[in-house]
Structures are given as structure tokens and as C-alpha cells.
């Protein structure tokens, strides 16, 4: 069993920056692929970035491609998401996901492994 703990949301001005992090509790993570969505108040479930096993590749999502940077270390068993240039758009919770076989993208439809979420805030 996986667990996954998030921590690093809060609430910050537009234009601020934010890093999340995610720790897992599996001696297994550095064979998961990692990644983040988010969800807002009355909006549905939206990926915003992943990342493959060996860091190698990275998935982001447009609304925030340019912006935010995912990133791990596996030594840590730790994912991170550095956000910077936020937007008030960005306000959501965010959660941590862990796939054991399948890349975490845009298209990604099965989960293996959830964190419980974090809250982010940006203000206008």
C-alpha cells in the first residue's frame, strides 16, 4: 500500500509562487510514475502535470505549461510542483497521484494511489 502525503499549498498574492510537495510512504516509489491534478470549487477533477519514473519525461497541462515545474527525488521518495506566475485561476485543491505501470498524462484515466490534498489560494 501507497500513501501519499501533500504539503507546501496556502495562500498567496497573483503573480506568487508556491512549491508543493508529495511524500510517499512506499519503499516502491522510485518505480511510480507521479503526478498532480486539481480540483476547483464547482469544477471537475483536471490533471496538471506528470511525471514518468526516471524524470525523464514530463506532462503538463496548458493552463499551466510555462508556468509550473514538476519535479522528484527518488531518494526522498518525494514529487514536487514549483508554481510560479500564479493566477487566481489556479485556486484549487491540489492532489498528489501515484501510477505503478501506466504514465500519469493528459489522457490518464485510472489512478492507483491518492494523496488527501492540498489547499492553494492565489488572491486577485
Known amino acids: 500500500q501507497v500513501q501519499l502525503v501533500e504539503s507546501g499549498g496556502g495562500l498567496v498574492q497573483a503573480g506568487g509562487s508556491l512549491r508543493l510537495s508529495c511524500v510517499s510512504s512506499?519503499?516502491?516509489?522510485?518505480?511510480?510514475?507521479m503526478g498532480w491534478f486539481r480540483q476547483a470549487p464547482g469544477k471537475e477533477h483536471e490533471f496538471v502535470s506528470g511525471?514518468?519514473?526516471?524524470?525523464?519525461?514530463?506532462y503538463y497541462a496548458d493552463s499551466v505549461k510555462g508556468r509550473f515545474i514538476i519535479s522528484r527525488d527518488n531518494a526522498k521518495n518525494t514529487v514536487y510542483l514549483q508554481m510560479n506566475g500564479l493566477k487566481p485561476e489556479d485556486t484549487a485543491v491540489y492532489y498528489c497521484?501515484?501510477?505503478?505501470?501506466?504514465?500519469?498524462?493528459?489522457?490518464?484515466?485510472?489512478?492507483?494511489?491518492w494523496g488527501q490534498g492540498t489547499q492553494v489560494t492565489v488572491s486577485s
Open positions: 512506499g519503499r516502491t516509489f522510485p518505480w511510480y510514475a
Open positions: 497521484a501515484a501510477n505503478q505501470f501506466q504514465q500519469i498524462t493528459l489522457t490518464t484515466r485510472r489512478i492507483d494511489y
Open positions: 511525471i514518468s519514473w526516471n524524470a525523464l519525461s514530463t
